[in-house]
């Protein structure tokens, strides 16, 4: 399965972004997925993650009430609507997948990962 993450690009604090992935070549839809960032110079930190059902979802203290992971499994879509965006959000986010529909925060615990799409939050 391979991830097409997109929707990142340059926006001033406060503002909003809405990134999507899809897979290419396969659905996804019993599939966990989940969004993952990396910072110039920091390691890779968990954003967000959602069961296949969509009827879970978990997010880390840094981006909670802020950022919100859903899913349209008829379009094989996952979303991560990002609101009142600071610039220490400002990194690269890889959208992910596991075979499983358990939510995981941890990276080593996905199959799939996405190329990648820059956010950058401007002060």
């Known amino acids: 399965v391979q991830l097409q993450a997109s929707g990142g690009g340059l926006v001033q604090a406060g503002g909003s972004l809405r990134l999507s992935c899809a897979p290419s070549?396969?659905?996804?839809?019993?599939?966990?997925a989940g969004w993952f960032r990396q910072a110039p110079g920091k390691e890779r930190e968990f954003v967000a993650a959602?069961?296949?059902?969509?009827?879970?979802?978990y997010y880390p203290d840094s981006v909670k009430g802020r950022f919100t992971i859903s899913r349209d499994n008829a379009k094989n879509t996952v979303y991560l609507q990002m609101n009142s965006l600071r610039p220490d959000d400002t990194a690269v986010y890889y959208c992910?997948?596991?075979?499983?529909?358990?939510?995981?925060?941890?990276?080593?615990?996905?199959?799939?990962w996405g190329q990648g799409t820059q956010v950058t939050v401007s002060s």
């Open positions: 992910v997948a596991r075979r499983v529909s358990v939510i995981s925060t941890s990276e080593y615990d996905y199959d799939y």
């Open positions: 959602i069961t296949w059902s969509g009827g879970r979802t």
């Open positions: 070549g396969r659905t996804f839809s019993s599939y966990a």
